[in-house]
């Protein structure tokens, strides 16, 4: 199953990018093994519109253009449901050993994700119900799915 990120806004070169880089270089190296490829980390800029509807409609639809037929689609959303490590593998595992060939999972912008996406979405996953930079998200969303990637292998990086 391909494995694509999509995010609203740019990553500057910093800490947080590198650090993020390494996540999705593991995860990219270590997906293989277990069927998940790493497609990659598409940006989109963040919508100019006059205001926060017209900015997620705007950012919504750049993400509907890039979906395929039959992808799933997993929000990242403070609002959305809180999942363990172990969980959101055995979904993805589930969904890969079901014949799912696509997974986007996208960050938002800064005014979070349009109604319509929500609706679509297979999944709205939280990360806390805290308010995370995207550069952060992006870190973690990184380390999560290298993570997810060596719970389905056995691998004892994952200590339950």
Known sequence: MKITVHAVGRMKTGPEREL???????????GPAVGLEFAGIVEVPESRGQGADER?????????AQLQAGSV?????????????????????QLRDGG?????????????HD?????????VLSFGALTWPHQLVRVM??????????I?????YHRS
Do not use: C, M, N
């Not at 609002?79 to 363990?84: C, D, N, V, Y």
């Not at 960050?107 to 979070?112: C, L, P, V």
């Not at 109604?115 to 999944?123: F, V």
């Open 141 to 150: 969303l990184g380390e999560q799915l290298y993570r997810i990637a060596t």
């Open 20 to 30: 993020a880089d390494r996540y999705f270089e593991r995860f990219a190296k270590s």
């Open 100 to 112: 799912r060939k696509a997974l986007v999972v996208a960050i938002g912008g800064a005014d979070g």
């Open 115 to 123: 109604r319509s996406l929500r609706q679509r979405a297979d999944l």
């Open 152 to 156: 389905l292998a056995g691998h004892p």
């Open 73 to 93: 689609l997993i929000l990242l959303d403070e609002r959305g449901k809180s999942l363990s490590s172990e969980d959101l593998a055995a979904r993805i595992g």
């Open 56 to 64: 997620r409609r705007e950012e919504a639809q750049k993400l509907q």
